[in-house]
C-alpha cells in the first residue's frame, strides 16, 4: 500500500484544517487505516484510526471532538478533520494503514506497515 499524506499547513489556535491520505496499490477491506503525529522531541503518537471496512473510529483523548477522521472508499482516501485546533497539536502528521490488527494494538505504530511521508501542522498562538 503506497500512502500520500497532504493538506498540512500554517494556521492559528482555533483554526480548522483537514489532512488527506490517499492509498493506492492494495484493497483496502482488511485495513486498517490510522493518523499519527510526531512532536519535535517527541515520540510519534497515536491520533486516530478507522477501520475501513467497518468504519468504526478510534481516537486518543486529546483530539476527541475534535477531530474527525473519516475514509472515502470510492476515492480510496482517509481524512483527518481538525477543529480548534491548539499549539500544542503542531507536529507532523503521518497516515498508516495495517493489514491486520486488533483493537488493543490499534494505537501502537508497531502494528502498521505502511506509512505516509507526513505532513506539517503548525499551529501558531
Known amino acids: 500500500v503506497q500512502l500520500q499524506a497532504s493538506g498540512g499547513g500554517l494556521v492559528q489556535a482555533g483554526d480548522s484544517l483537514r489532512l488527506s491520505c490517499a492509498a493506492s496499490g492494495r484493497t483496502l477491506s482488511r485495513y486498517v487505516m490510522g493518523w499519527f503525529r510526531q512532536a519535535p522531541g517527541k515520540e510519534r503518537e497515536f491520533v486516530a484510526a478507522v477501520r475501513w471496512s467497518a468504519g468504526i473510529t478510534y481516537y486518543t483523548d486529546s483530539v476527541k471532538g475534535r477531530f474527525t477522521i473519516s475514509r472515502d472508499k470510492t476515492e480510496n482516501k482517509v481524512y483527518l478533520q481538525m477543529n480548534s485546533l491548539k499549539p500544542e497539536d503542531t507536529a507532523v502528521y503521518y497516515c498508516?494503514?495495517?493489514?491486520?490488527?486488533?483493537?488493543?494494538?490499534?494505537?501502537?505504530?508497531?502494528?502498521?506497515?505502511?506509512w505516509g511521508q507526513g505532513t506539517l501542522v503548525t499551529v501558531s498562538s
Open positions: 498508516a494503514a495495517a493489514s491486520r490488527v486488533i483493537t488493543t494494538m490499534i494505537r501502537y505504530a508497531s502494528a502498521y506497515e505502511h
